[in-house]
């Protein structure tokens, strides 16, 4: 660390060169950050919104492209912003529009194409509802906005509450410890630097490894790189101004200061790198899209304040600390901090009990305050999505407060009544006549209302999310702030390995609890005919035989029990091809058909292949299954083949209906 420092303070002027070489390179000519993968933070399938979201496409057909409901209080120009929607940016469908009861208000649905560039698509989108007495919501509408709210109207740039109001409050801590310009003015430009220069890097990293990144990835990693960098920057000052009060020159005095706490700064961001990156491993994409942004972050932020932030004050020599002179370090025995330990000592009781009352009101407030996971009511009144909501509760009473329930397999009223539970009993008792038309007037508006609750619940992930990360930060910075106390005091390796150890403990807790989090949402999901190529390659390695699968048609909805059947049918089939048949070639062909779907897998060996009546998962049982879901299973030999054939019926609308 000492022949860092030595470079840096010897040659400021070529490291701030190279940082501003950099900085321009990578802003001009480097990928950006939405060059890396984005995630759309889709929920593990075992969560109840996901099984919902899977019954609910297999049924009634939902597509897995992004959506949005516009809504206006202008239904006699709905058809031409529904015009004007269609050749929107992105937009790949737009329903017809649905009117109010009260005639005041119309629902107009919207698919997007993609993905990737929807946050630019909604941000083209709103300003033109905006003017036409209409506004949009939805899961990715709210996500828009909960991004224009916090980082600005861009997503790595402009202003927003949220940036202003922390570097005010990293300016008046600055000015308040040091109250010199330079000491405010360096350690900002520095973290600007670094706030400038990662985005960058994680578009980079992103592109090449495919890691994912998210919405909430930008506003995480600005919060956390100017929180480390106000630190880096509070320990190599306080270090460098002590340097200079006892006696040393600027330079000197600085070699001092950045070499002994070089090493305390490296190993804090480490520990945060590696927990944070070790992130990267999480199933949930939360979680996955949030620690190697943040990781890079910290890791720009660690060699801006070892390099840019060192140079900078050597460049500034004494006038850094201007107005001020450093003072001659006073014995221990005087001094302000002497009299705040003696007065402490002198007097615990009393002010213990003064914290306690300066820090009541507080915890009561924090006792208090319902915990909610709305959204829309953190959101400015002036954004899309708390606008539509308004309009929705005014004209729409039914799309809100209410839940989209699917049974599956098909029930009748009793079932229904007994899943709803006894929450929603007595309302059901009350419209028991209006029933059927709930259901229908649910169905017709399935996409905005699992929109809708796709969209609460991920808010509620990401800001649990949001609070365990927040704390095991918060518990880092604080061992961190004593490792720097540590370091003061002693100056001796043994206590910098402690406080970094006791950093590494709660760096471990911390993912410990972010991997419990992901366990409980953790889940897998049914084989389906999808997966039949992967079986067919496995298949022709394991055993040598020639085998090869054919798809016609267009994939029909299929009850989650039969694409289990026909994998299965699939998978035993070639198994009792693998054991018994010596063919030397095998077909599969899967053909889609409006009223259903055809698996035949035919081989050139023995007809003795058919296997006898097993259970389990042999071809018997599949008949059984078959039989089940209303199809059948067929066996046979002729013309030098043995042939299995499946067919299972698809799932029609007056069955979706029945349930």
């Known amino acids: 660390m000492r022949r860092l420092a030595a470079l840096v303070a010897g040659h400021p002027w070529p490291v701030v060169l190279a940082w501003v070489a950099g900085i321009a390179a990578l802003t001009l000519w480097g990928p950006a950050f939405g060059s890396a993968p984005h995630s759309s933070l889709s929920l593990p399938a075992g969560t109840e919104q996901a099984r919902a ?44 529009p649905t009117p109010s009861q009260d005639g005041r208000a119309a629902l107009i649905p919207v698919t997007f194409a993609r993905q990737d560039g929807l946050d630019a698509a909604i941000g083209a989108i709103e300003p033109h509802l905006a003017a036409s007495h209409a506004a949009m919501t939805g899961d990715a509408v709210a996500s828009h906005d909960f991004n224009a709210a916090a980082l600005g109207a861009s997503g790595t740039s402009g202003t927003s509450p949220l940036r202003i109001i922390t570097l005010l409050i990293v300016v008046v801590v600055l000015a308040l410890v040091y109250r010199a310009p330079l000491a405010v003015l360096v350690p900002l430009l520095c973290v600007g630097a670094a706030i400038l220069v990662s985005p960058h890097l994680v578009g980079l990293v992103g592109s090449l490894l495919h890691l994912p990144v998210s919405d909430f990835s930008l506003l995480f990693m600005f919060s956390v790189t100017l929180g480390a960098g106000t630190n880096y920057g509070l320990f190599l000052i306080s270090r460098y101004r002590e340097a200079l009060g006892s006696g040393l020159q600027p330079r000197p005095a600085l070699i001092e200061a950045l070499t002994h706490v070089g090493e305390a700064i490296a190993a804090s ?65 005087h001094g302000a901090w002497r ?11 009393w ?15 924090g006792i208090t305050t319902p915990l909610s996971f709305d959204l829309t009511s953190g959101l400015p009144g002036d954004s899309s999505t708390a606008r539509a909501t308004a309009m929705l509760s005014r004209h729409f009473p039914e799309q809100t407060n209410s839940i989209t329930l699917l049974l599956q397999p098909p029930a009748d009223g009793a079932a229904v009544r007994t899943a709803v539970g006894v929450v929603t009993m007595n309302r059901l008792r009350r419209q028991e006549e209006r029933t059927r038309a709930a259901l229908e007037e649910l169905r017709l508006s399935r996409e905005a209302q699992v929109d809708a609750a796709r969209g609460a619940e991920r808010i509620r992930l990401a800001r649990e999310m949001h609070d365990v990360l927040g704390h095991t930060l918060s518990a880092l910075a604080v061992q961190l702030e ?21 950093a590494h403990r709660l760096a471990r807790e911390g993912l410990g609890e972010a991997r419990r989090a992901v366990g409980t949402l953790r889940g897998d999901d049914l084989p389906g005919p999808d997966l039949l190529p992967g079986l067919v390659e496995g298949f022709a390695l394991d055993s040598g035989t020639d085998a090869r699968l054919a798809v016609e048609g267009q994939p029909a ?9 026909l994998y299965r049918t699939a998978q035993e089939a070639l198994t009792n091809v693998r054991r018994h048949a010596r063919a030397t070639h095998v077909e599969l062909r899967l053909r889609w058909e409006p ?65």
């Open 339 to 349: 009299r705040i330990g003696d007065l402490v000592v002198a007097h615990p009781a």
């Open 269 to 333: 961001a480490a520990t945060v790198v590696v927990a944070s990156g070790l992130m990267a491993l999480a199933s949930f994409d939360l979680f996955r899209t949030l620690g190697p942004p943040v990781a890079i972050a910290v890791a720009t932020m660690l060699l801006a304040g070892l390099t840019l932030l060192p140079a900078l004050i050597a460049i500034c020599g004494r006038a850094f600390l201007w107005p001020r002179r450093p003072a001659r370090r006073q014995p221990v025995e």
């Open 53 to 96: 979201t899977a019954l609910e496409r297999a049924h009634f057909g939902a597509g897995g492209q992004p959506a949005a409901t516009v809504v206006t209080e202008d239904p006699a120009g709905a058809g031409a912003l529904r015009t004007w929607l269609t050749g929107a940016p992105d937009v790949a469908d737009v329903g017809r």
């Open 482 to 502: 004593g490792a720097r106390l540590l370091l003061e005091r002693a100056a001796a390796d043994p206590a910098v390995v402690e406080a970094v150890s006791r």
């Open 351 to 365: 002010l213990a009990a003064a914290s306690v009352v300066v820090l009541l009101p507080a915890a009561a407030a």
């Open 557 to 565: 909805d299929l009850a989650p029990d039969a694409r289990l059947a």
């Open 595 to 659: 009223d259903g779907a055809e698996l035949t897998v035919e081989n050139d060996g023995v007809a003795e292949a058919a296997v006898p009546p097993r259970a389990g998962y042999g071809l018997a049982g599949m008949r059984e299954r078959a039989e089940l879901l209303g199809g059948k299973l067929e066996l046979g030999a002729g013309d030098g083949t043995f042939r299995v054939r499946l067919w299972v019926p698809a799932v029609t609308p007056a069955e979706i209906r029945d349930c």
